[in-house]
């Protein structure tokens, strides 16, 4: 039995303007795979152009709970009727037709297909798995998408080169959601105080406190002599500050060397090594919360 349908969020991330209408696949599986690729990717509305097998378990099986797209698909007979209706027919090529096309990157395929959208329903086609498509069909569509692979090995099974176009049409989509409301998907989260980040960056005394708190460590365990300092203390501090810490970062580090000190025997010993000592001595103890 194939995985039941999970939910479809994405299906307007166009509208369903744009469809994928893959011509005369041979295997169902690949059917399936594509189903996935799209709704992986927000797109839901297939066209299938003369099946060699479509419905069958082998495709519902490969959706892996996608199969709400295939029961959306559309079945024709021709390439012409699954592009009829449609403004845009993009199709999927290798380079070096006798006469030249109009061809274009997927990136360049996917903006120029999500502009026309806003127009009319827009087509991207895909051919056949062991030869693509004819002549006759790449002379239907208005341009011709390369997909720049590894010209020693440059076949790309069909869900692969569909995979490759829904990516690119998503982050198109999502790139333009970020003159809006923003999209959370495309905002990096490096380092604390990006938006998602759990806790707040650390503050510069602390972080001071910690630097002062690691030395006099080090010299409690005879790594570090005061007198000799050479760059150990510069080369440590570039090492830290270039990690980005935030405070509950600051508050294990300090906590493991407070445990360091204790079982040294010389926790309690030094002095001035920062404020909030007591949280500090606690951080061991908070960090299994909070890790």
């Given at each position: 039995m194939h995985k039941p349908a999970l939910p479809?969020?994405?299906?307007?991330?166009?509208?369903?303007?744009?469809?994928?209408?893959?011509?005369?696949?041979?295997?169902?599986?690949?059917?399936?795979?594509?189903?996935r690729a799209m709704k992986n990717m927000g797109l839901g509305n297939l066209w299938l152009v003369n099946p060699n097998s479509f419905?069958?378990?082998?495709?519902?099986a490969r959706s892996s709970g996608a199969s709400d797209v295939l029961d959306r698909a559309t079945v024709v007979s021709t390439l012409d009727e699954a592009i009829a209706d449609c403004v845009v027919v993009m199709g999927t090529s290798a380079r070096g037709r006798k006469v030249p096309w109009p061809v274009i990157a997927p990136p360049d395929a996917a903006a120029t297909a999500s502009e026309a959208a806003k127009g009319g329903r827009v087509a991207l086609v895909f051919g056949r798995e062991n030869h693509g498509l004819s002549n006759d069909e790449l002379?239907?569509?208005?341009?011709?998408?390369?997909?720049?692979?590894?010209?020693?090995?440059?076949?790309?099974?069909?869900?692969?080169?569909?995979?490759?176009?829904?990516?690119?049409?998503?982050?198109?989509?999502?790139?333009?959601?970020?003159?809006?409301?923003?999209?959370?998907?495309?905002?990096?989260m490096t380092r604390p105080g990006d938006e998602g980040w759990d806790v707040p960056p650390a503050e510069v005394h602390d972080v001071e406190g910690f630097f002062?708190?690691?030395?006099?460590?080090?010299?409690?365990?005879?790594?570090?002599r005061r007198e000799n300092p050479r760059q150990l203390m510069t080369r440590l501090r570039r090492l830290f500050q270039r990690a980005g810490l935030d405070q509950m970062e600051i508050n294990i580090l300090r906590g493991i060397l407070t445990a360091v000190q204790?079982?040294?025997?010389?926790?309690?010993?030094?002095?001035?090594?920062?404020?909030?000592?007591?949280?500090?001595?606690?951080?061991?103890?908070?960090e299994d919360g909070h890790v």
């Open positions: 479809l969020e994405g299906t307007d991330t166009f509208q369903d303007q744009i469809r994928i209408v893959l011509v005369e696949t041979s295997h169902s599986g690949n059917i399936g795979a594509v189903a419905p069958d378990e082998a495709s519902y002379q239907r569509c208005h341009y011709h998408i390369h997909i720049p692979s590894n010209p020693e090995y440059s076949s790309l099974n069909l869900a692969m080169a569909v995979q490759v176009m829904c990516y690119e049409l998503r982050m198109h989509y999502l790139r333009g959601l970020e003159g809006e409301e923003g999209s959370p998907y495309l905002k990096a002062g708190h690691l030395e006099q460590v080090l010299v409690d365990v005879d790594f570090h204790k079982a040294a025997g010389t926790h309690g010993k030094a002095q001035g090594l920062g404020k909030n000592n007591e949280a500090v001595d606690k951080a061991a103890e908070q």
